[in-house]
């Protein structure tokens, strides 16, 4: 994972772009649905804690994790504001913490586009050891078809595919933009919807 004071990111007054302070669209869409039903919930790379919060909304246990204390200590401050019962932890997620029983729905939004090549692997490795076979796994993650500088890094859609369908059933895979708050454009960016395979 590229080098980042993610701590003075959060501590910064101007908000990172995508800590819009509402649920991410695609998420609330998902949920809406009901193609994922309340359960034990994973956020990878949390920030602080909007998505978790609002997954302890709709009825999910919910934990979120992110390496920044000061990201976790805002989460904790707003799940405390709104009566939310979330749990948030500080970590890695290419080194995850003990978090229990297994999660049935994992969430990352911006996590994954994070890690440098050589990391992916690890990666899913940490996502399998916290899931069980038939998990749903919700990735949202920047476009290689357009990348901003500044904007998110980009994967492709052959590299999402190359590192996870051994492990995931890729069920539906599409393109939207990111919400973002402090950016003139909003970033292209792959939703990818998959489970992990029976064994």
Known sequence: MPERDWDQTYRDPQAPPWDTGYPCTQLRELVESGVVKPCRALDLGCGTGTNVIYLAQQGFDAT??????????????????????????????????????????????????????????????????????????????????????????TVSEDEIRATFSRDFAIEKLWEFRFDTVNMPKQPLAYATLMRRKLL
Do not use: W, Y
């Open 64 to 153: 979120g994790l992110d390496l920044s204390p000061v990201a976790i200590e805002k989460a904790r401050q707003k799940a405390a504001a709104q009566k939310a019962n979330a749990s948030f932890v500080c970590g890695s997620a290419l080194d995850l913490p003990e978090l229990g029983a297994p999660f049935e729905f994992i969430f990352d939004r911006g996590c994954f586009h994070m890690m440098e090549k050589d990391q992916r692997g690890t990666f899913v490795e940490q996502v399998l050891r916290v899931t069980r076979p038939g998990t749903v796994f919700f990735l949202l993650c920047g476009n290689s078809k357009e990348p901003l500088n500044p904007g998110p890094p």
